[in-house]
C-alpha cells in the first residue's frame, strides 16, 4: 500500500503542469472529458504498477476497453481513476484526485486517493485502519464519526454537479428524521474522504458513477470504520461485469446511531 502511495503522489506531479494551463480538451465516446493530464497521470501509474506487481492487471478509466471474457478470469485487479474529477480539473478548482485501488475477487483490499494541488494523501483498507497524510507531515489515522458533535448539525456529503429527484427525495426524508442537514458539496473522490475523516457523516449517491470512481476511496472509508453497501443493503462490489458503471450506493459509519432509520427510507 505504502508503494501506491508514492506512485499516486508522482501521478500527481505528472498533472500539475496542466492544471489551469489552458489544457485542450477531447471528448471520449461517452462525452465524458479528457486531457493530456488525465493521460500522463495513466501511463505513470500503469508503468509503476506493472513494476511493482507484473502479474496483477490495471483497469483504468484511460485503458478500459478490456473484453468482459479477459476480466472474468481476473482474481486481483488493480482499478485505477488517474484523474477523477476531470471537469472540477478543467475549471481550475483543486478538487481532483489520483484514485488507485487493489480489488480482490470483486471486494477492496486497500485504496489510495491523492491531491495533486497539495500532496495531500488518504489511504486505508478493511481491517488494515486509515490514514491522512499531509505533505511533509507525518500520516494521521482517520476514523468516522457515528454522530455530530454536541451542537453541530448532521452532514450529508453530496457532488457538486450531480444529483437526481431519488437523492433530493432521500435527503428530504434523512432531514425528517435526523434534523436539519448541512450539505457538504465537494468534487471526485473527496466525498468518500470527508466521511472517513469525521468531518461528514454519510454519502448517499443516487447517480452515476465509474468503477474507478469510488473503489480507492471505498477502501479509505472501510478502513476508517465505514462501510459503502447498495441500496439493497448489501456491501457494495465490484464484480466483472460488462458495463463498468457502478449501482446506486450509500456510505455511512458501520456504527452510526441513526444508520437504522437512514436504512428504513430506502
Known amino acids: 500500500m505504502h508503494e501506491v502511495v508514492k506512485l499516486a503522489l508522482t501521478a500527481g506531479e505528472a498533472i500539475l503542469p496542466f492544471w489551469r494551463a ?21 501511463r505513470v501509474i500503469a508503468d509503476g504498477l506493472l513494476a511493482l506487481a507484473p502479474q496483477i492487471p490495471v483497469l483504468s478509466e484511460e485503458d478500459c476497453n478490456i473484453a468482459l471474457a479477459e476480466r472474468q478470469n481476473w482474481s486481483r485487479w488493480w482499478l485505477v481513476d488517474p484523474l477523477d474529477g476531470t471537469k472540477e480539473f478543467i475549471a481550475g478548482s483543486e478538487e481532483f484526485t489520483v484514485n488507485i485501488a487493489l480489488i480482490e475477487n470483486g471486494e477492496v483490499v486497500f485504496g489510495v486517493v491523492s491531491m495533486p494541488t497539495n ?40 457532488s457538486r454537479r450531480h444529483s437526481s429527484p431519488e437523492q433530493e427525495a432521500l435527503l428530504a426524508g434523512l432531514g425528517a428524521a435526523v434534523g436539519e442537514l448541512e450539505l457538504a458539496n465537494i468534487g471526485s ?13 454519510c454519502y448517499p449517491r443516487l447517480a452515476p458513477t465509474s468503477q474507478w470512481d469510488t473503489a480507492a476511496a471505498q477502501g479509505v472509508v472501510e478502513g476508517a470504520g465505514g462501510e459503502v453497501i447498495g441500496l439493497d443493503g448489501l456491501p457494495f462490489r465490484y464484480p466483472p461485469r460488462e458495463s463498468l458503471l457502478n449501482p446506486y450506493f450509500l456510505a455511512l459509519p458501520v456504527n452510526a446511531e441513526w444508520r437504522q432509520a437512514f436504512l428504513n427510507l430506502i
Open 189 to 201: 473522490s473527496l466525498k468518500f474522504c470527508l466521511l472517513a475523516e469525521g468531518s461528514a457523516d
Open 22 to 42: 489552458d489544457v485542450a480538451v477531447t471528448n471520449k465516446a461517452d462525452d465524458s472529458p479528457v486531457t493530456a493530464a488525465d493521460l500522463a497521470a495513466h
Open 119 to 158: 500532496g495531500r494523501c488518504y489511504f486505508g483498507g478493511r481491517g488494515m485502519g486509515a490514514w491522512r497524510a499531509d505533505a511533509g507531515e507525518a500520516a494521521q489515522l482517520i476514523q468516522v464519526r457515528n454522530a455530530p458533535a454536541q451542537g453541530e448539525r448532521f452532514t450529508v456529503v453530496a
